[in-house]
């Protein structure tokens, strides 16, 4: 492992910081006079601290509010309210210069390497653009060198520089896509599902790219994932998300082998395993019903109305993400315990 | 290719009469204006009453193109299927007429689709839906076809099946959409259902839920079943065999549990170590070298060589036949029985 971009900055000190976050996105009704007829509450206070150097894993079915929570790191979004500083800055009150100085310093992998590149650019300008708005991170005459440094990085040959995306395969896109997330060296980054749409044998380069990059640049990862596999691999802690907050959060020891809270429970229990006989041996959650909606949720806690622990103090009292007598990391659980005979997964 | 051997698929040996589904030696291609892809090249495998088959693959291993030909809804052109037999019940598919194989399509054999948003026609109820092939091909007049159609809802469990078939396919959750999928697939009693990645749109927990109830469809209904997928994991618990495709070819087909035990092709076995493990982390992933072949350049001699670590001269001039080991599995490779012991350590 190499050295840290910086040896002044101190791994494992906090980097970003987030802090009761609240995106609803309204609906309204009405043609001539639009009226506010309620909001989804995608993102409904969410806080968390990014380490540096670390991976954070975001873990959540569709529709928990995990892309929205990306996008709202990223400023693509505008937050309902809270707060969220990098490096001691605000986010969402940055303007300008000093927005666009903070917007260096955390960049973003999207999830479709197929509609995340421009057909029309080459990828030497896909990769370069950044470039083009943060005119002093590359002076012009060496841009096109540091682009072939990157691809070179991301194991992509640098001779490529002029081709078209429809050129690559999908790894080879989502590695554009690093590529492109690398330019202006940030400190972190935001992986919106990386891995998602690529079949397993590219998966696995990729992951194994990620972690690489994330030891020679001291890089932080936000990594956004519905698969629990992937996140255990490339997670040092993980938060677990349902109808817009967190439920449970803790290192990925914590929520793998000592999962709280009967939502995490029940998402672990439903990975699929490839092995028969791990299969059997396992003692899985089956959950009934959908996700309610996020326009609706239930009141109280928002996941009782699929819990089989459910009681009536679950329908009055919200449950704060706090630390719990059965462990002591932060579960959102009236009843938080460990399950008995943990699964062998 | 040149070769056209067919060999015989390993577990039961074929009852009096034949087996209720067989592909033999089927050869695909799509005739496209850069060229001609080899799509599938020699696919044999076999069903009988009530068993399920898996068939994994990734991405342009013609998985799916193996199920449309044998649906007949193949879009020709491009595709062009130059020799092979899928006989159903002793006749081959491929000799009738259009007006022949309506009648085979959806009343013995019927289809499931991975994205039912998309294979549901958003404008008509869904009980409209599924009425609609009972009206068309069971001549049903429409007040049966409506209480058939709450009957197949019913069975594919979708709570309050009565008030909710005037509801249109935007409605339903994604797994409520699979389910009325399923429904669909089930109106006229197939024998054999083809499922095409049913889950992989699907969230984990939900994900189960609909392979607990193809499971139990397949069980109570004893139909055939072929599924489709790209990943082991879904299929693992439901499947009493599986073929691996790759580039086309049926490179490895055995039961589930000694192919996970001890893969016996290159390809299988480096698949397998490439997805995470919940229970192993820290380590690099292992991955497969390269991408998978062009189809309209497909290598000389094993369409794996160019990835393969155990690859020798042999496997560069020479397509590899199945080999039938020991326990009837087959591996389509020089090396099967030293990669199986290799894999079995």
Same mark, same amino acid.
């Given at each position: 492992?190499?050295?840290?971009?910086?040896?002044?900055?101190?791994?494992?000190?906090?980097?970003?910081?987030?802090?009761?976050?609240?995106?609803?996105?309204?609906?309204?009704?009405?043609?001539?006079?639009?009226?506010?007829?309620?909001?989804?509450?995608?993102?409904?206070?969410?806080?968390?601290?990014?380490?540096?150097?670390?991976?954070?894993?975001?873990?959540?079915?569709?529709?928990?509010?995990?892309?929205?929570?990306?996008?709202?790191?990223?400023?693509?979004?505008?937050?309902?309210?809270?707060?969220?500083?990098?490096?001691?800055?605000?986010?969402?009150?940055?303007?300008?210069?000093?927005?666009?100085?903070?917007?260096?310093?955390?960049?973003?992998?999207?999830?479709?390497?197929?509609?995340?590149?421009?057909?029309?650019?080459?990828?030497?300008?896909?990769?370069?653009?950044?470039?083009?708005?943060?005119?002093?991170?590359?002076? #012009?005459?060496?841009?096109?060198?540091?682009?072939?440094?990157?691809?070179?990085?991301?194991?992509?040959?640098?001779?490529?520089?002029?081709?078209?995306?429809?050129?690559?395969?999908?790894?080879?896109?989502?590695?554009?896509?690093?590529?492109?997330?690398?330019?202006?060296?940030?400190?972190?980054?935001?992986?919106?599902?990386?891995?998602?749409?690529?079949?397993?044998?590219?998966?696995?380069?990729?992951?194994?790219?990620?972690?690489?990059?994330?030891?020679?640049?001291?890089?932080?990862?936000?990594?956004?994932?519905?698969?629990?596999?992937?996140?255990?691999?490339?997670?040092?802690?993980?938060?677990?998300?349902?109808?817009?907050?967190?439920?449970?959060?803790?290192?990925?020891?914590?929520?793998?082998?000592?999962?709280?809270?009967?939502?995490?429970?029940?998402?672990?229990?439903?990975?699929?395993?490839?092995?028969?006989?791990?299969?059997?041996?396992?003692?899985?959650?089956?959950?009934?019903?959908?996700?309610?909606?996020?326009?609706?949720?239930?009141?109280?806690?928002?996941?009782?109305?699929?819990?089989?622990?459910?009681?009536?103090?679950?329908?009055?009292?919200?449950?704060?993400?706090?630390?719990?007598?059965?462990?002591?990391?932060?579960?959102?659980?009236?009843?938080?315990?460990?399950?008995?005979?943990?699964?062998?997964? | 290719?040149?070769?056209?051997?067919?060999?015989?698929?390993?577990?039961?040996?074929?009852?009096?009469?034949?087996?209720?589904?067989?592909?033999?030696?089927?050869?695909?291609?799509?005739?496209?204006?850069?060229?001609?892809?080899?799509?599938?090249?020699?696919?044999?495998?076999?069903?009988?009453?009530?068993?399920?088959?898996?068939?994994?693959?990734?991405?342009?291993?013609?998985?799916?193109?193996?199920?449309?030909?044998?649906?007949?809804?193949?879009?020709?052109?491009?595709?062009?299927?130059?020799?092979?037999?899928?006989?159903?019940?002793?006749?081959?598919?491929?000799?009738?007429?259009?007006?022949?194989?309506?009648?085979?399509?959806?009343?013995?054999?019927?289809?499931?689709?991975?994205?039912?948003?998309?294979?549901?026609?958003?404008?008509?109820?869904?009980?409209?839906?599924?009425?609609?092939?009972?009206?068309?091909?069971?001549?049903?007049?429409?007040?049966?076809?409506?209480?058939?159609?709450?009957?197949?809802?019913?069975?594919? #469990?979708?709570?309050?099946?009565?008030?909710?078939?005037?509801?249109?396919?935007?409605?339903?959750?994604?797994?409520?959409?699979?389910?009325?999928?399923?429904?669909?697939?089930?109106?006229?009693?197939?024998?054999?259902?083809?499922?095409?990645?049913?889950?992989?749109?699907?969230?984990?927990?939900?994900?189960?839920?609909?392979?607990?109830?193809?499971?139990?469809?397949?069980?109570?209904?004893?139909?055939?079943?072929?599924?489709?997928?790209?990943?082991?994991?879904?299929?693992?618990?439901?499947?009493?065999?599986?073929?691996?495709?790759?580039?086309?070819?049926?490179?490895?087909?055995?039961?589930?549990?000694?192919?996970?035990?001890?893969?016996?092709?290159?390809?299988?076995?480096?698949?397998?170590?490439?997805?995470?493990?919940?229970?192993?982390?820290?380590?690099?992933?292992?991955?497969?070298?390269?991408?998978?072949?062009?189809?309209?350049?497909?290598?000389?001699?094993?369409?794996?060589?160019?990835?393969?670590?155990?690859?020798?001269?042999?496997?560069?001039?020479?397509?590899?036949?199945?080999?039938?080991?020991?326990?009837?599995?087959?591996?389509?490779?020089?090396?099967?029985?030293?990669?199986?012991?290799?894999?079995?350590?």
């Amino acid at each position: 492992m190499t050295a840290p971009a910086s040896a002044t900055k101190v791994r494992g000190e906090t980097i970003l910081s987030v802090d009761n976050l609240v995106k609803h996105f309204p609906i309204s009704q009405g043609v001539l006079f639009q009226r506010q007829i309620g909001a989804v509450k995608a993102v409904d206070g969410v806080s968390f601290e990014l380490r540096r150097g670390e991976t954070l894993g975001v873990v959540g079915e569709s529709g928990c509010g995990k892309s929205t929570l990306a996008r709202l790191l990223m400023r693509l979004e505008t937050p309902t309210s809270g707060r969220a500083t990098l490096e001691g800055k605000d986010l969402f009150k940055a303007s300008g210069a000093e927005l666009r100085r903070l917007r260096r310093n955390m960049q973003m992998v999207m999830q479709d390497p197929y509609t995340s590149l421009n057909p029309r650019m080459t990828v030497g300008d896909i990769i370069g653009e950044p470039f083009e708005i943060h005119r002093d991170a590359a002076p #012009k005459g060496s841009r096109a060198r540091r682009v072939q440094e990157l691809l070179d990085v991301v194991g992509l040959n640098p001779e490529h520089i002029n081709r078209y995306p429809h050129q690559f395969s999908g790894g080879q896109r989502q590695r554009i896509g690093i590529a492109r997330a690398l330019a202006l060296r940030p400190e972190v980054i935001v992986c919106d599902e990386p891995v998602s749409a690529l079949d397993v044998s590219i998966q696995a380069q990729v992951i194994n790219l990620l972690e690489q990059l994330q030891d020679e640049f001291g890089l932080s990862y936000i990594f956004i994932a519905h698969d629990l596999s992937v996140v255990r691999h490339i997670a040092d802690r993980v938060a677990v998300m349902y109808l817009g907050r967190i439920v449970e959060i803790g290192t990925e020891d914590e929520i793998y082998e000592r999962a709280t809270h009967p939502y995490t429970q029940a998402l672990l229990s439903a990975v699929p395993v490839p092995d028969p006989e791990a299969r059997e041996q396992r003692n899985m959650i089956r959950l009934v019903g959908d996700v309610p909606s996020p326009a609706d949720p239930p009141s109280g806690c928002h996941f009782r109305t699929r819990c089989w622990k459910a009681q009536d103090i679950c329908a009055i009292e919200d449950p704060q993400t706090v630390p719990r007598a059965a462990d002591p990391h932060p579960s959102a659980c009236h009843f938080a315990e460990l399950r008995p005979a943990a699964p062998t997964l | 290719m040149t070769h056209s051997t067919v060999q015989p698929t390993p577990a039961s040996a074929t009852p009096v009469g034949g087996h209720l589904l067989e592909l033999r030696d089927l050869h695909v291609e799509f005739r496209t204006n850069e060229g001609v892809a080899r799509v599938i090249n020699g696919v044999s495998y076999h069903l009988d009453a009530g068993e399920t088959l898996a068939v994994l693959g990734e991405s342009g291993s013609g998985k799916s193109v193996t199920a449309q030909a044998i649906m007949g809804i193949l879009d020709t052109p491009p595709a062009v299927i130059r020799s092979g037999q899928i006989l159903y019940q002793g006749q081959d598919l491929l000799t009738r007429s259009e007006e022949q194989r309506r009648q085979v399509r959806g009343k013995e054999i019927a289809m499931i689709f991975q994205d039912a948003l998309s294979a549901l026609n958003p404008v008509f109820p869904v009980g409209w839906q599924i009425g609609e092939t009972l009206r068309q091909r069971a001549g049903m007049s429409r007040g049966d076809a409506r209480r058939r159609a709450i009957e197949l809802m019913d069975l594919v #469990k979708i709570p309050g099946a009565a008030k909710r078939i005037g509801d249109y396919p935007h409605q339903f959750s994604g797994g409520m959409r699979q389910r009325i999928g399923i429904a669909m697939a089930l109106a006229l009693d197939p024998k054999v259902l083809i499922a095409d990645e049913p889950t992989t749109a699907l969230d984990v927990t939900v994900q189960a839920q609909i392979m607990d109830l193809l499971a139990d469809l397949r069980r109570d209904l004893n139909m055939a079943m072929i599924l489709i997928t790209h990943d082991l994991g879904v299929v693992a618990g439901v499947a009493d065999r599986i073929a691996v495709m790759y580039a086309g070819r049926i490179v490895e087909h055995a039961d589930v549990r000694s192919l996970y035990k001890a893969p016996a092709h290159p390809y299988t076995k480096g698949l397998l170590e490439s997805i995470p493990r919940m229970d192993v982390r820290g380590q690099e992933l292992s991955t497969i070298k390269g991408l998978p072949p062009n189809l309209m350049r497909i290598p000389s001699g094993c369409p794996f060589h160019p990835r393969c670590p155990y690859v020798q001269q042999v496997c560069v001039d020479v397509v590899p036949h199945d080999l039938v080991l020991g326990d009837g599995r087959t591996s389509e490779c020089h090396f099967a029985q030293e990669v199986r012991d290799d894999s079995a350590r």
